[in-house]
């Protein structure tokens, strides 16, 4: 099924989209079981935020308290003063953790969700701002992506830096802007299989499984060999 975390790629290339529609598998050289102190750290900090905001939440897994200790002493004032963020942001607001949403045609998780308010904040964890400090563009399509799936207006991601030396909750992405709902429309075609499936070969596809497949397929085909021609004495045998 098509997963929100990937609303950016299939914006890109809807191509990507109908191969998870039709259960193509990713290709083997895609798939990684690669894992080290920042991710770990991420998944803490996750955690550290959620249960801040009074979320009810499964037990941190040691594995991930043991894999980011190098980096676990930042944590807590970085954690504080996200926590003091949001709430500052949004008093008041009752906020649920990894709440799973499927509608048929994609899913996602979120990250904090306030259902009355219609609210969604997602985390990240990140070495530096995005370019420019705006949103980077693959997260602007997942927020759209969980306001699909969840009908929240007001969308945020909230960046926690990896070495514990800031937080920064981005501006609010607003459905009252008619620029974003043209956008959420868009992409609410391409989740649903409105628009037909299209390769555009570019900078999103080095973070497409299939991009090795797709690239092949849209280079430029060789033509045959001509033959070597001799240049001899003023003229050139061989052309016709």
């Not at 083997?28 to 959620?50: L, V």
């Not at 979120?110 to 997602?122: A, N, P, R, S």
């Not at 990140?126 to 927020?143: D, F, G, M, N, V």
């Not at 799936?149 to 992405?173: P, R």
Request: charged share 20%; proline share 4%.
């Amino acid at each position: 099924m098509l997963r929100a975390s990937e609303a950016w790629l299939y914006m890109a290339c809807p191509q990507a989209a109908d191969k998870v529609r039709k259960g193509e598998a990713y290709p083997e050289a895609h798939k990684s079981d690669f894992d080290n102190e920042y991710m770990a750290f991420g998944r803490c900090a996750h955690h550290a935020i959620q249960e801040g905001l009074g979320c009810v939440l499964e037990p941190l897994a040691d594995e991930d308290r043991i894999m980011a200790e190098p980096m676990l002493p930042k944590l807590n004032q970085v954690t504080a003063n996200a926590i003091d963020m949001v709430k500052q942001s949004y008093p008041g607001a009752e906020w649920i953790a990894e709440t799973e949403h499927n509608n048929g045609n994609f899913q996602g998780h979120t990250d904090l969700w306030c259902e009355e308010q219609g609210i969604v904040i997602d985390i990240k964890t990140c070495t530096k701002l995005p370019s420019r400090k705006t949103i980077a563009i693959e997260h602007y399509w997942q927020l759209l992506a969980y306001s699909l799936l969840t009908g929240a207006e007001t969308l945020h991601i909230l960046y926690v830096h990896s070495g514990g030396e800031w937080t920064v909750l981005s501006d609010k992405v607003s459905l009252g802007n008619r620029d974003v709902r043209a956008d959420r429309y868009s992409l609410s075609l391409v989740l649903s299989d409105k628009v037909l499936a299209f390769r555009s070969y570019g900078g999103h596809c080095s973070k497409c499984p299939w991009c090795s497949v797709c690239r092949v397929a849209l280079l430029p085909k060789v033509g045959e060999v001509t033959k070597p021609v001799e240049f001899c004495g003023g003229s050139f045998e061989g052309l016709g």
